[in-house]
């Protein structure tokens, strides 16, 4: 049985009187992708910046069997819990290379050393990801979409997640460059790399994940094993559209 990394229970996120969440508890293993999926609107973000301690919030959450509750950001992120927002929040001016070295860094501690040099782990992400080596000194601004949730991606990487949280990773991306992004999060797992993933793009995201929660309006309305919720009558007539539409389709062609 594998071991629990984080468990959120009852989760509550109010913005002024209005309560967006409402007790939300799920669970991620040691190892393993869980997804999040619903409409918009249902608090998918919310839950994420909550987790991550950018929003205040009512319940517990705990990550390798202590809760964080009140601990700084920097301190979650230095733990190894480290989020990619849907919107990348990438440094436009600066090169690709400085991007992904800012992943290195924390707040207290500046360049992280403890698991090796830093160009060893820059090697790895340009291993992952060839055409970050190719635009090395091109400034992030210019890039594709495609090329900047690479970049998101690879400078999470480089701060040695243990737990990566992903928010809409395929937004706004072309089909191909989907597929390429989802066959990327698969390899992390595999690498031992834990991931709560939060996307729309519901067949994608479940044909990946092992675990996954349905979240409408801020209340969790299914949990399971994925490969049973991708057969759900109700997730097949609410999230998944026809059987044979395209499992890595982007509503954009941004790659």
């Not at 001016?93 to 050393?113: C, I, K, P, W, Y």
């Not at 993933?197 to 479940?206: M, S």
């Amino acid at each position: 049985m594998s071991e629990t990394l984080m468990r959120v229970r009852d989760l509550s996120v109010a913005y002024g009187k209005i309560e967006v969440l409402h007790k939300v508890s799920l669970h991620v293993d040691a190892g393993s992708i869980v997804s999040v999926i619903g409409p918009n609107g249902a608090g998918k973000t919310t839950l994420l910046t909550a987790i991550i301690g950018l929003l205040p919030s009512y319940g517990i959450i705990e990550y390798q069997g202590k809760t964080v509750d009140g601990i700084a950001v920097e301190r979650r992120v230095a733990q190894g819990m480290i989020l990619v927002p849907e919107r990348r929040e990438l440094f436009s001016s600066m090169s690709v290379e400085d991007n992904l070295l800012l992943g290195a860094f924390t707040h207290r501690h500046g360049l992280r050393q403890e698991s090796g040099d830093y160009a060893a782990h820059l090697a790895e992400v340009f291993q992952l990801f060839p055409r970050l080596r190719e635009r090395r000194v091109q400034e992030a601004g210019t890039l594709s979409g495609g090329e900047r949730q690479m970049l998101a991606l690879g400078r999470a990487l480089m701060g040695r997640p243990k737990l990566l949280m992903l928010d809409e990773p395929s937004l706004g991306l072309a089909p191909q460059i989907v597929r390429e992004i989802f066959r990327t999060i698969a390899a992390l797992r595999s690498s031992g790399v834990s991931i709560l993933l939060i996307e729309q793009n519901a067949r994608a995201a479940l044909q990946i994940a092992d675990y996954a929660y349905v979240l409408e309006t801020g209340d969790l309305a299914l949990e399971g094993p994925a490969a049973e919720l991708i057969h759900n009558p109700r997730v097949i007539s609410s999230y998944l559209g026809l059987p044979g539409a395209d499992s890595a389709g982007g509503s954009s062609a941004s790659a």
